[in-house]
């Protein structure tokens, strides 16, 4: 299962606050990705990244801001602009975009009271 | 954008039978169909894709299929076995972004 990692595996935290969860690759590849998982409704893109330095919105951005200052890492960070933060959050990578593979983190389970 | 629509969502099978799931999805320009499967509480991995240039692909126990005149693209798991009990989303894919579909929970009963 090594690879693409998450962290923490749990994450709790007050309504009002800023959350950052973290996803770490040493797969070399270049295209990362953060999904949100809802009971029912599959995986929702949030933000992807295809070089360092350069990312794309999916189709549930808002209140969601990414950054990849480094190719290994492409850290999440949940603003208290998003209006229902509480969800599994999961992280990807590929070699490339296109017909490649994507090799998902262990997930994140963020609830937020 | 594209819409990937994936029945059924839940899917029971006894042991030995075989399993059907089925996509279908909007966008002509998807060109990527992969298949994932998820174990409880399990990272999701891929247990299958196939490129729009085929129209069906084995592995095993397992295979896929493609029509891309209707859009959609069916996932075929035979002699099931309780090990094969997860949720399988199927996806599609052009250039940068992935779709995926609600997802199918599937048990397989000794």
């Known amino acids: 299962d090594g690879g693409i990692t998450q962290s923490p595996k749990y994450l709790f935290r007050k309504e009002g606050q800023n959350v950052t969860l973290s996803c770490e690759q040493n797969l070399n590849h270049d295209a990362m990705y953060w999904y949100r998982q809802d009971p029912g409704q599959g995986l929702r893109l949030i933000y992807y990244s295809q070089i360092v330095n350069d990312f794309q919105k999916g189709d549930i951005a808002e209140g969601y801001s990414v950054s990849r200052e480094k190719k290994e890492s492409f850290p999440l960070t949940v603003t208290s602009a998003q209006k229902n933060p509480t969800a599994f959050y999961l992280c990807a990578s590929s070699p490339g975009t296109g017909w490649y593979e994507q090799y998902f983190g262990p997930g994140t389970r963020l609830t937020v009271t | 954008g594209e819409n990937v629509e994936q029945h059924p969502s839940t899917l029971s099978v006894q042991e030995g039978d075989s399993a059907v799931i089925k996509c279908t999805y909007s966008?002509?320009?998807?060109?990527?169909f992969p298949w994932y499967k998820q174990e409880l509480g399990k990272r999701p991995q891929l247990i299958i894709d196939?490129?729009?240039?085929?129209g069906e692909k084995k592995d095993q126990r397992i295979a896929v299929t493609l029509n891309k005149t209707a859009k959609h693209f069916s996932l075929h798991i035979t002699e099931t076995q309780p090990e094969d009990s997860a949720v399988y989303f199927c996806?599609?894919?052009?250039?940068?972004?992935?779709?995926f579909g609600t997802g199918t929970s599937l048990t397989v009963i000794p």
């Open positions: 996806a599609a894919s052009y250039g940068n972004q992935f779709y």
């Open positions: 966008d002509s320009a998807s060109n990527y």
């Open positions: 196939i490129r729009s240039n085929v």
